[in-house]
């Protein structure tokens, strides 16, 4: 198969229409056959669930190319779980498990040469999403609903790649005590928007969330979670009822303590303890591991020891074992790696 005529190695985290993408109905209570279709355009009614309420989730994977020229996705089950919790939350209709799986390996195929190639730096993203597609006017769950998956060819999430990145300690909440923070709605996307503007007008590249409840927990970024490393080279990660449970972060746990043998503590992270680490990163599907050189609380600046020059040598061992295993250069834990072609 040729591969499209794309400057892989230079582009952004943007979207580019690809051929095909997978659509399936739901309708009188059940899902549709689903089929691929190459138009990327959708009607619907003015007054859909989505767009009235927002009544809308999704999820995001990657493709990959292997060094042994395999196309595979990283963990596809997990998304399909994770978006089966989403659905339940927003009293949508799940999607079948394995049907996600299914879809997403239909939408790769059939977009093979967009995948990049190996070594290009570049990735396919996935972008499976459901939302609520006929009339609702008074407050309640739609009756109708598309489940769809595109795919576009991506790089890095931060301009820089590698790049430490500047951080900005919000005003604002991402997520409620007891709300939707745990699961991908698009609500929470929308609740971040006006505090991503903010932080980047500010010069910052993003945003760190504290808890909603008290402001002295560390949560999360509006698209990844973080990951501390102490002096003494132990991993720390948030653990709260209101950040998104990152497939990233799990895997990585998994990496930490099983491939580089370090010790992994999932706690609460208070915002007092930052200036006593010694790394950070933020992980996730888009952002992989991102190293963080610098958060900023009200003019008062944590400024890590790893500097603002490169990834700290922990955060470098723990991507370069996460992106062996995802590229196949690293024997992947068993189900990790879903081979489509
Ligand atoms: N946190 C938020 C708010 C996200 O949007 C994402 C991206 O999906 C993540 C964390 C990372 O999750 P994952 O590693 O499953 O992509
Ligand atoms: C992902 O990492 O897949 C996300 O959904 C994050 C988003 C901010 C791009």
Known sequence: MEKKNIDWSNIGFGYMK???????????????????????????????????????????????????????????????SRMADSARRLEMPVFPEDRFVEAVAMT???????????????????????????????????????????????????????????????????????????????????????????????????NMYLDPATR???????????????????????KSDSILPSITRRSLVHVAKEYLGLEVEEREVLFDEVKDFAECGLCGTAAVISPVGKIVDHGKEICFPSGMEDMGPVT?????????????????PKGWLKEIM
């Open 18 to 80: 690809t051929d095909k993408r997978y659509v399936s109905l739901y309708k009188d209570g059940k899902w549709d056959g689903g089929t691929l279709t190459e138009d990327d355009k959708i009607t619907i009614s003015e007054c859909a669930g989505v767009l009235q309420y927002a009544q809308t989730i999704f999820e995001g994977l990657k493709a990959y190319t292997t060094e042994d020229g395999r196309i595979v996705t990283f963990r596809p089950d997990m998304n399909a």
């Open 108 to 206: 790769v195929k059939a977009n093979a040469a967009y995948v990049p190639p190996y070594g290009s730096g570049a990735t396919l993203y996935l972008r499976p999403y459901m939302f609520g597609s006929n009339p609702v006017i008074g407050v309640k769950p739609a009756d109708e609903y598309q489940f769809r998956v595109f795919c576009t060819p991506v790089g890095p999430y931060f301009k820089g790649g590698a790049k430490p990145i500047t951080i900005k300690v919000s005003d604002f909440d991402r997520a409620a005590p007891h709300g939707t923070g745990h699961i991908k709605a698009g609500l929470n996307y929308a609740m971040s928007l006006h505090a991503i503007v903010t932080a980047h007008e500010e010069g910052y590249d993003e």
């Open 216 to 238: 002295t927990k560390v949560e999360e970024t509006g698209g990844a979670n973080f990951l501390f490393i102490t002096k003494d080279n132990k991993v720390v990660t948030p």
């Open 316 to 332: 470098k061992k723990l991507y370069e074992t996460l992106t062996g295993i995802q590229m196949g250069k690293i024997e992947a």
